[in-house]
């Protein structure tokens, strides 16, 4: 929606700083990881180790065995929410967007819809829920079990409906840095000793989402949530809220007191893993990737690591290791000048140090190709 005329309009460069500074990717942060966590609204974590490279570009002193630490002891889940996507979660956070997006989980299952004629979902998700607090199940599990109740259904439909019918986690070792476990699920409930909170009013999210991701267009935190008809909430906010307008015109909320860097603060380069939040979180996503490099960081369905330089996408990366020593390729997308080049280089052996093993480290630059 366009904006009133009279709203000061926001240029992509101060956009871009002030959503670096909500992300933690201006400076590193000395915030805890688990407040961390929270104020990101979670990690995006399709593959288990993102969420740790998420952290170490945003958190000053960070270690993976920090993250590790709060998935063994409950306090983080890895747990379907945003968009039907796997995010590392705070079990508090887990409990509470789970029953905020269960609405747009149920919609989900129309697509299955053919697959899944002559299941009754409730009988589907009180024998799912039984099975998965006897003990965690793996999605082959629960496929043989539901097949049994229903063989003429789809089985893969069948597994589907139960992780959109119930708010299940990816029990430990998955998800634990440095160690290895197959996908096993249980309720949130039953691993975290705590029933689900009733479906909260999604005011307070929203004003989280634009402490971690503004300013913001509604369309925005629809896409980054997954959620329709937010329009009214942001109306009914709109008195405790500022307004501004983009380069093309689209109305942007945030709180007043939310930081808004200069838009020529520096920015450090930043090496972030493939679904990363801050390249997620918007409808339009120019404040971030530049319009010339969209679809340049993933292929189909697969992502890769990028690079932001200046605050924008400017590279995609690998990280390899072979005996003692870790590799960081890296694949620029434009050019970089010696003194960028240097920048990035010291940004990854601090990566490599903290994040791999090795006592060798090399930084690679290599002309653009698809890593797939």
């Known amino acids: 929606m366009a904006a009133k005329t009279n709203a000061p309009v926001l240029s992509i460069r101060a956009l871009n700083r002030a959503t670096l500074e909500r992300q933690l990717l201006l400076s590193r942060s000395a915030m805890p990881a688990k407040e961390a966590v929270a104020h990101l609204l979670g990690l995006q974590a399709q593959n288990t180790k993102p969420p740790y490279f998420q952290l170490h570009a945003r958190l000053d002193g960070f270690r993976p065995a920090g993250l590790s630490k709060l998935m063994e002891s409950r306090e983080t889940v890895r747990i379907v929410t945003l968009r039907s996507t796997i995010h590392t979660h705070t079990s508090d956070d887990a409990l509470t967007l789970r029953p905020l997006v269960q609405a747009a989980r149920e919609r989900e299952l129309t697509a299955f819809r053919a697959g899944l004629t002559g299941v009754d979902l409730d009988r589907l998700a009180t024998i799912s829920k039984e099975l998965v607090e006897e003990r965690p199940r793996t999605m082959k599990e629960l496929r043989e079990t539901l097949l049994g109740h229903w063989p003429d259904a789809d089985p893969q439909a069948l597994a589907v409906a139960a992780r959109c019918r119930l708010p299940l986690v990816q029990v430990t070792p998955r998800g634990l ?40 267009s509604v369309k925005d935190m629809q896409v980054w949530a997954g959620l329709t008809r937010l329009r009214e909430v942001f109306e009914r906010l709109r008195p405790r809220l500022l307004t501004f307008r983009d380069e093309n015109g689209v109305e942007l909320f945030d709180l007043p007191d939310a930081p808004r860097p200069d838009q020529d603060a520096p920015a450090p380069p930043r090496f972030l893993p493939e679904f990363d939040n801050v390249l997620l979180g918007h409808a339009d996503r120019s404040r971030v990737i530049p319009p010339a490099y969209k679809g340049r960081n993933g292929k189909g369905n697969q992502s890769y690591g990028s690079l932001l330089v200046d605050g924008f996408l400017a590279a995609v990366w690998r ?19 010696g003194p960028e080049r240097e920048e990035i280089a010291e940004e990854a052996v601090g990566m490599m140090k903290v994040m791999t093993d090795a006592t060798a480290y090399d930084v690679r630059f290599a002309s653009f190709v698809d890593f797939g």
């Open 319 to 337: 990280l390899d290791t072979a005996g003692d020593t870790a590799t960081v390729t890296v694949q620029p997308l434009g050019r970089f000048d």
């Open 177 to 216: 840095w440095g160690r290895s476990g197959q996908v096993a699920l249980t309720t949130a409930e039953h691993w975290l000793g705590r029933p689900p909170e009733p479906v909260p009013a999604p005011d307070g999210t929203v004003l989280r989402y634009l402490a971690a991701f503004g300013p913001a």
